[in-house]
Structure formats: structure tokens, C-alpha cells
């Protein structure tokens, strides 16, 4: 006779497959948890439940097979949706790729690299018509994303060639989302005998050294190499600094920065865990859902058909008089990147050259402002001469490319009606690529 299967052992089965619930609503739970304090009550409400359905474990064996299968069968859901649109449509869930291809450093979290050894070529459009949720008149182009060996966009092999420039900055400095051959950096390698290593990735200019502190002993340079550093107005002010700025150029300062700033194997598989998590297409479209529209872009009419999308914010930080950025609270910890960063360059016997790049809405402030064409003032924003005289003072070589480029802008458009900027980006199009190799090779290489 058979023997009708006991209570516990029937429990016993309601908790394992509990257990695989539990697995499914976490993965959910960190798909959708952009929100830490959202993430953290979602766990706790899991852990209240199976408190719950361990103290009632008579009522749930009656109810619960039907309960476990709904429950299962949504989490079930969510989780392979997610990992079938991530590993098959995720270019449809990006406006870019740096969004898939950018993230944290593991053992440096504070730093950022590209996903190493990466060939990509794919649709984008511009980050102003994203923030902004306006998208009728976005710019669709081909980007394409090569990486090396150490994540940064290169051809592969790049850091193991005889390197005599290095290329030092943000994502101004990556080159944005455009062709990779397209970028200034590319134009000034093909005039360089493929000697111009990129060390560029999105950050302030703490981020910048401390990626040129880590990274200098991994590329193959020349004997006196020779850095530029591309500094932006619309981002790279002292208010971007961390708090902890200070602490970090003390490090760097006393040759630490490694062994100080370098993550244990948890806290960098932590970081793993939370990029996989980040990079979720469903989290993505949950987030672009949610957000508010940004009133910080703004349009102006180039012509009756044409609209350049403008940040707000970069042209506030672009006004800012030389006294204001001289008065913010990080001014000194700005000042002691470059102070820290002379004495690093003495050390290794590189030459530091620093280059000013404008916001868009400088070059292009009579269509920002509604002035009449080309009465754009040429003269420096606060930022640039504040880092003028700090760089004077500290004997670094230093120069502002807005002139030029304000020059090279009226004479692209009075000649084929077109600027040097996506239209819907904060970033140089092709033209201002090539317009800013060439003042870097007329006004910053051609004094060597």
C-alpha cells in the first residue's frame, strides 16, 4: 500500500521551490532597482513573506502550489525577457553606445573603462534629444567603438606602439558618438605616424590624471612623450571635483594611488554584479519611461527646417565670471590636480600641454542668445581665464580654442551651411572633429 506523502515532506517541496521564487524576484528586483532604498523594502517585503508563509505553512500548503506558480511564472518572465532583449535587441534599448559599452572600473571603481577589446558599429543619436525626450529632430549617424587591450578607444595593439602623444580628457576626448575615424584623435594619428595613444574617458579631471597615473607604465611611449590635455568648460569646473579630491591627490602625490584606491576581490565583483545589473534593457526602458522631461535642453531655430538642441546648464557654467570659479569651495582641490599632476609629468619626463575645448553654446552664442549671426564675443569665458592664470602661475603650457573655433564655425556655415556640432548633442560632429585637429596641430604641436 502506498503511503500518502507527509505534511512536512509536501512543505518540504513549497520551500524549494520558494527558494527558486526568491532567486527570480531578486534578479527583478535589481532589473528595476535604480532606486537602492526601493531595492532594499522590495528584499525586506521577500523576507517578511517567507516568514509569513513559514508561520502559516498549513493554509499555504492548501493555496500555495497556485500562489508559487503565479509568482514564478511573472518572475520567470521578467528574467528571460531581460536576458533575451540584453543579449539580442539591446542596440534598440540604447541611444548609444557607451551606454552599453561604459562602465566602472572593478578594481578602481572611481574610474571608468570601455569594454576591452571591442569592435561596434551601430545607430546612435545625440545625449541632448535623449534628455530632452524631444526626438523629432534627432540626428541618426553610424557609431562605430574600437577598444584595446585596456579599454580605452583605440585600435587594438595601440598601447604596445612607439606612442609619442597621449590624448588626455573626457568624453570630449573619446570623441562622442561618432565614427571612430571621424575622431580628432584619428585625424591626428594618420598626421602622426600612428603614434596617438587615447586615454580618454568620461570624468572630471581628478578621473584624468589619476586614469594617466594608472595607466602610464602600461602604454609603450617615446623618450619626452607629449600629453593633452583636453579640459572642457561645460563640465570640467571645479564644481564637478569629488569631496574626497584632496585625499585622492595625496595619494597620487605620494605614489599610492594603486595600492590606496584598488577595490578587494568583493568590492570589485560587487561592482560586476551591479554593472550586469545596470545595463539591464528592461531597467533602461523602465527609466526612460519615469523620467521627467528635461527642461534643461533647450531648442533654438538654425532655419525654418533645422533645430540645435542646447544644454542650459553648460551655458551657466560657460558664464561664470572669473571670480565665481576662483571663489567655489573646490577651487583649491582644482588647483591641486594641476600642481600634482606638473610634478607627475616632471617625474616621467612627459610634456603637458593643456587645451581648452568650449561649450557649444559659446561658439554658437548669437543663436543661443537671439543675436544677430556671428556677433559671438571671441574673448575667454571665466573658466578659461581663471585656468589661465593658474596654469601661467605653474608654468604649464596652456591653450583656448574657442577663437579658432568660433573662426572655423562661421566660415563652415557661410560656406555649406553647417556647424560644428551635432545638432542634438553636446559633442563635435565630424566638422569640429577635424576643425580641432587642425588648431591642435597649427596652434599646440607645431611650438615643438
Request: with cysteine; charged share 25%; aromatic share 12%.
Amino acid at each position: 500500500m502506498l503511503k500518502k506523502p507527509s505534511q512536512s515532506s509536501g512543505f518540504l517541496k513549497l520551500n524549494l521551490t520558494y527558494a527558486v521564487i526568491l532567486i527570480f524576484l531578486i534578479y527583478s528586483a535589481l532589473i528595476f532597482g535604480y532606486d537602492l532604498h526601493l531595492t532594499k523594502r522590495f528584499l525586506v517585503f521577500i523576507a517578511g513573506s517567507a516568514v509569513v508563509i513559514n508561520f502559516f505553512k498549513n493554509f499555504f500548503l492548501k493555496i500555495g502550489s497556485r500562489l508559487v506558480l503565479v509568482v514564478a511564472t511573472a518572475a520567470l518572465t521578467l528574467a528571460a525577457c531581460d536576458i533575451v532583449i540584453r543579449t539580442a535587441f539591446k542596440s534598440f534599448i540604447y541611444y548609444r553606445p557607451f551606454d552599453m559599452l561604459g562602465s566602472a572600473m572593478p578594481e578602481y571603481p572611481m574610474l571608468g573603462r570601455l569594454k576591452k577589446n571591442t569592435a561596434y558599429t551601430g545607430v546612435a543619436y545625440g545625449d541632448l534629444a535623449a534628455m530632452s525626450g524631444e526626438l523629432n529632430f534627432k540626428e541618426d549617424r553610424m557609431v562605430s567603438y574600437i577598444t584595446d587591450s585596456r579599454g580605452f578607444r583605440n585600435k587594438p595593439g595601440q598601447e604596445k606602439k612607439q606612442n609619442k602623444i597621449i590624448v588626455l580628457g573626457d568624453s570630449f576626448g573619446s570623441g562622442g558618438e561618432i565614427e571612430q575615424d571621424s575622431t580628432f584623435v584619428s585625424f591626428l594619428s594618420r598626421e602622426h605616424e600612428d603614434a596617438v595613444y587615447n586615454l580618454s574617458y568620461p570624468g572630471n579631471p581628478l578621473d584624468e590624471l589619476a586614469n594617466l597615473v594608472i595607466e602610464i607604465d602600461e602604454i609603450n611611449l617615446v623618450k619626452n612623450p607629449v600629453v593633452l590635455w583636453c579640459i572642457f568648460t561645460g563640465n570640467d569646473v571645479p564644481l564637478y571635483l569629488p569631496r574626497n579630491g584632496d585625499a585622492i591627490l595625496d595619494f597620487i602625490a605620494e605614489n599610492r594611488l594603486k595600492e590606496e584606491m584598488k577595490s578587494s576581490w568583493i568590492s570589485a565583483t560587487k561592482v560586476k554584479i551591479r554593472t550586469f545589473f545596470n545595463r539591464s534593457p528592461l531597467r533602461q526602458m523602465v527609466v526612460r519611461i519615469r523620467a521627467p522631461k528635461n527642461t534643461n535642453v533647450q531648442l533654438r531655430d538654425l532655419s525654418d527646417s533645422r533645430k540645435v538642441y542646447f544644454l542650459k546648464h553648460y551655458a551657466e557654467m560657460a558664464s561664470l565670471s572669473k571670480e565665481e570659479i576662483q571663489n567655489d569651495v573646490k577651487f583649491n582641490t582644482f588647483k591641486r590636480v594641476f600642481e600634482v599632476a606638473k610634478k607627475f609629468a616632471q617625474e616621467k619626463g612627459i610634456t603637458l600641454k593643456v587645451i581648452l575645448i568650449p561649450t557649444k553654446s559659446e561658439v554658437y552664442d548669437w543663436l543661443y542668445n537671439g543675436m544677430p549671426p556671428w556677433t559671438t564675443n571671441p574673448h575667454p569665458s571665466g573658466f578659461g581665464m581663471a585656468l589661465e592664470e593658474l596654469l601661467r602661475k605653474l608654468q604649464i603650457d596652456y591653450y583656448d580654442s574657442k577663437p579658432y573655433l568660433i573662426e572655423q564655425a562661421k566660415k563652415k556655415f557661410y560656406e555649406k551651411n553647417e556647424i560644428l556640432w551635432w545638432s542634438d548633442d553636446t559633442h563635435f560632429n565630424a566638422n569640429g572633429q577635424r576643425a580641432f585637429s587642425d588648431f591642435i596641430e597649427t596652434h599646440v604641436l607645431s611650438e615643438n
